[in-house]
């Protein structure tokens, strides 16, 4: 049939932004590049989420690197299938960027999917990769949910930002804190509970830059109140 014409006008600037996304990627052939500064601009969160799909689908076929600001675009499934990761963060005055480790991805990446611990990798772990430098990882989400009004109580100030709901258990603390490291952040804490001393030494071998420590007791949730 003929050809038809639409203005853009009136439409929203996340609309607009989408329109040249979309064409870009439709105009793009196999085995070229593709490269979007911030595709999440002015959009509604469920379009960004669908966005993510059509990505990840073009990216079968065609190298598609993102700038972003968005945890909604981190796709673990997508990094599980091969897509890379990086970090840029301010060094000083000036810019750095850390490419995560492959090995690293792989190994977090098993970690998406579980039924009784989705969040380990979920929306607000995301989100913290996005924060700056100053994480503390703990052991569960009850830890996540309860030192910090524990320290709220005594008036102790953490001086970070917990890492989501906390990693879905001790043995998994490890794997997120190579994933940090991996990512090149410098100042990170990690958090265990007190009946685990073996672990304890053995990640501060593995991680001597980062504070790893533990609570007096061997439950956020049974512990006793104390004078410390």
Do not use: C, M
Not at 127 to 156: K, N, S
Not at 176 to 195: G, Q
């Amino acid at each position: 049939g003929a050809a038809r014409w639409y203005s853009s006008q009136g439409l929203g600037e996340g609309n607009i932004s989408l329109l040249f996304i979309l064409n870009a990627l439709y105009d793009a052939t196999p085995e070229t590049v593709v490269v979007i500064d911030e595709p999440e601009l002015s959009l509604h969160p469920q379009a960004v989420r669908r966005l993510g799909v059509v990505l990840a689908r073009f990216a079968s076929d065609r190298q598609i690197t993102i700038f972003t600001h968005s945890p909604a675009l981190v796709s673990w499934d997508a990094i599980a299938n091969g897509a890379e990761v990086a970090r840029v963060y301010k060094r000083g005055h000036d810019s750095a960027i850390a490419q995560a480790d492959r090995a690293v991805l792989a190994e977090i990446s098993k970690l998406r999917g579980s039924w009784n611990n989705p969040h380990v990798i979920g929306l607000d772990a995301k989100e913290t990769l996005f924060l700056e430098d100053g994480l503390i990882v703990l052991e569960g989400q009850d830890d996540a949910a309860l030192l910090p009004r524990v320290a709220e109580l005594v008036g102790v100030e953490l001086g970070g930002s917990v890492y989501g709901w906390g990693a879905g258990g001790e043995g998994n603390i490890e794997k997120v804190l190579a994933l940090l490291k991996s990512l090149d952040f410098a100042r990170v804490a990690a958090v265990f509970d007190n009946i685990v001393p073996e672990k304890v030494e053995r990640v501060r071998r593995a991680f001597p830059g980062y504070l790893v420590t533990t609570i007096p007791a061997a439950d956020v949730r049974t512990k006793r109140a104390e004078s410390a």
